[in-house]
DNA sequence: GTAAATGCAAAGAATTTGCTAGCCC
DNA sequence: GGGCTAGCAAATTCTTTGCATTTAC
């Protein structure tokens, strides 16, 4: 494991931020101090800087994979419907990580969690067209079973 | 929103089976009922079935889309080396998704919780290197700050 | 009859990979 | 000097989309 300029950039880029940015983010703001940096770089580092634990990944709405530097670890909430995320301010239970290594032997290091559900806009959207979900999913189950 | 035979078909794959299936395999799987389906047909009832609560989406590693039709519903470990996933016996806190919903108003239905780290193997391997993450993680630091 | 769903294929987006050259230790 | 890294570009992989046709209600 080698020191690069490159590097030590790309990890203070996402460290310096209290977004969760992505692959894309993270290399227009890198090429800002290093101009001649390519976009394969950048991913080949996050990928590497992730697996040394210096920072964490997880992949948002449409596969787009987020980054965060730990800089302000919370959950989020994501809408089922549009796919919007946003930030939920709920304590981060490690107890958790702990009884889950205890119980499986793993090397647990945090946890990802991510609320499911619709948005504001998305809830009215659906009550207005009559199809809130639950409704729906009982309608088809009825014809079918 | 409308019956066919092609949508009943792919919720009943997703439905019938305790993995976690993605999109091509719920394609290949469905397919041997209805040999012309096609895969944007799947991604699109895919999609749709999630908006209805009909199942469940979360992307696995490397931003695969994983479905679920809440046969068995759990929570995963990921090992951020190697991406692979393993399910873990957790008892699902729905509290935690009632509370939420109070705090912000929003239509929380369910929460997808991802617990990350090392797996045995590369746990192993990466101590057999002298990487396992915390040390690396400190040197870089002692060097950078 | 009409709107919604399918099939097909092409387009898109994100990420990975192969290869050569350069830089770190 | 050897090997890890960067740059560049091509290749992969997964997913979405446009459009003509078919199907459900």
Redesign the interface.
């Known amino acids: 494991?080698r020191?690069s300029r490159q590097r030590?950039a790309i990890?203070a880029v996402v460290k310096g931020t209290d977004c969760h940015p992505t692959a894309d983010w993270v290399y227009r703001e890198a090429r800002k101090q290093i101009p001649g940096l390519s976009l394969g770089t950048v991913y080949r580092n996050l990928r590497v800087l992730?697996?040394?634990?210096?920072m964490?990944s997880?992949?948002g709405s449409g596969?787009?994979?987020h980054y965060d530097g730990y800089a302000a670890t919370h959950h989020h909430?994501r809408c089922?419907?549009c796919g919007e995320m946003q930030d939920?301010?709920?304590p981060v239970d490690c107890v958790?990580?702990r009884?889950?290594?205890e119980?499986?032997?793993?090397?647990?290091?945090?946890?990802?969690?991510?609320?499911?559900?619709?948005?504001?806009e998305c809830?009215a959207g659906a009550s207005r067209e009559g199809?809130t979900?639950?409704n729906?999913?009982d309608e088809?189950r009825g014809?079918?079973r």
């Open positions: 494991m020191r030590d990890l992730c697996e040394l634990g210096e964490r997880y992949e596969g787009v994979a909430f089922d419907r939920i301010e709920v958790m990580d009884k889950v290594a119980c499986t032997g793993l090397d647990v290091r945090y946890h990802v969690l991510e609320f499911r559900g619709l948005c504001h809830c199809t979900g639950e729906e999913r088809m014809g079918t």
